[in-house]
């Protein structure tokens, strides 16, 4: 049974910070790739960063860059997203994603791409 289960979320002030995770376990692949998506109250769920099998190759909207990190590690078959300098506008349900490692970066934006997906958690960003 796929499970991806995140984990992190919370209430913090503008300009804090905090550490998501996403632990996976029973996916059909030995290599996947992970992406972080979030979806606000009345909008689409949209990419975050998505980080390639190895950790060699990582993607991030561009609200997140300079911001956000996702690092992983293999070992412990979890993907972190390191949020800092959060804003009231990162407010959102966070989801974790699993898919087959690709060689096209383009992909690792796309939501169709991502077969497995956790349950969220709720990230709040108060002013």
């Known amino acids: 049974q796929v499970q991806l289960v995140e984990s992190g979320g919370g209430l913090v002030q503008a300009g804090g910070s905090l550490r998501l995770s996403c632990a996976a376990s029973g996916l059909p692949f030995s290599r996947p790739s992970v992406g972080w998506f979030r979806q606000a109250p009345g909008k689409e769920r949209e990419f975050v960063a998505a980080?390639?099998?190895?950790?060699?190759?990582?993607y991030y909207t561009d609200s997140a860059k300079g911001r956000f990190t996702i690092s992983r590690d293999n070992t412990e078959n979890t993907v972190y997203l390191q949020m800092n300098s959060l804003e009231p506008e990162d407010t959102a349900v966070y989801y974790c994603?699993?898919?087959?490692?690709?060689?096209?970066?383009?992909?690792?934006?796309?939501?169709?791409?991502?077969?497995?997906w956790g349950q969220g958690t709720q990230v709040t960003v108060s002013s």
């Open positions: 980080i390639s099998w190895s950790g060699g190759r990582t």
């Open positions: 994603a699993a898919s087959e490692s690709t060689y096209y970066s383009s992909e690792y934006t796309r939501r169709a791409y991502y077969p497995f």
